[in-house]
T-cell receptor, first 110, second 110 residues
Framework: NAGVTQTPKFRILKIGQSMTLQCTQD?????MYWYRQDPGMGLKLIYY???????DKGEVPNGYNVSRSTTEDFPLRLELAAPSQTSVYFC?????????FGPGTRLTVL | GQQVMQIPQYQHVQEGEDFTTYCNSS?????IQWYKQRPGGHPVFLIQ?????EVKKQKRLTFQFGEAKKNSSLHITATQTTDVGTYFC??????????FGQGTILTVHP
């Protein structure tokens, strides 16, 4: 099993550009999450999903959108990127309980 | 909303010294999880505590869950350089959703 995979690993965006961060898991987990981690800080929940077709906002959803059309995939969409969205983004999945994290996407908005 | 506070933010120890990080929640938790993140890596699940007053050990690591289920601690005995990283607690309230503490960054000097 590959676990949780994320693409891309790194990305630089200009202010106002849009992009989609991809997340895929092969563990058949119902629960999936998107977090952002700013330098030296903890993880802030952006959006989460308890199953295909169901998504809900976390602590910091503004500026982001998600969709969950399949159990495996949970893409995160950034519209009109802003410097405040410079961060490391982690996707995770769970049964729930133990969360399995992907390797992260390091995003810089200039 | 629920808050999970973790102290200290940083801890520098000499190899062989003990280390403890503390976690406090503003609300009662159904359970608490601990994760470790190596520098440049992603969070990795260590353990979950569910019962009031529960104590679990993993080799040199001892995890405790408070009687009121609002606080927890992680103690490492005789630290090693491989213990370096950030230790996060995460509290479970709403089903499937975790709130992470800010983390304690542990540095171990050989």
């Amino acid at each position: 099993n590959a676990g949780v995979t994320q693409t891309p690993k790194f990305r630089i965006l200009k202010i106002g550009q849009s992009m989609t961060l991809q997340c895929t898991q092969d563990m058949n987990h119902n629960y999936m999450y998107w977090y952002r981690q700013d330098p030296g800080m903890g993880l802030k929940l952006i959006y989460y999903s308890v199953g295909a077709g169901i998504t809900d906002k976390g602590e910091v959803p503004n500026g982001y959108n998600v969709s969950r059309s399949t159990t495996e995939d949970f893409p995160l969409r950034l519209e009109l990127a802003a410097p405040s969205q410079t961060s490391v983004y982690f996707c995770a999945s769970s049964l729930p309980n133990e969360q399995f994290f992907g390797p992260g996407t390091r995003l810089t908005v200039l | 909303g629920q808050q999970v506070m973790q102290i200290p933010q940083y801890q520098h120890v000499q190899e062989g010294e003990d280390f403890t990080t503390y976690c406090n929640s503003s609300t009662t938790l159904s359970n608490i999880q601990w994760y470790k993140q190596r520098p440049g890596g992603h969070p990795v699940f260590l353990i979950q505590l569910v019962k009031s007053g529960e104590v679990k050990k993993q080799k040199r690591l001892t995890f405790q869950f408070g009687e009121a289920k609002k606080n927890s601690s992680l103690h490492i005995t005789a630290t090693q350089t491989t213990d370096v990283g950030t230790y996060f607690c995460a509290g479970f309230t709403s089903y499937g959703k975790l709130t992470f503490g800010q983390g304690t960054i542990l540095t171990v000097h050989p």
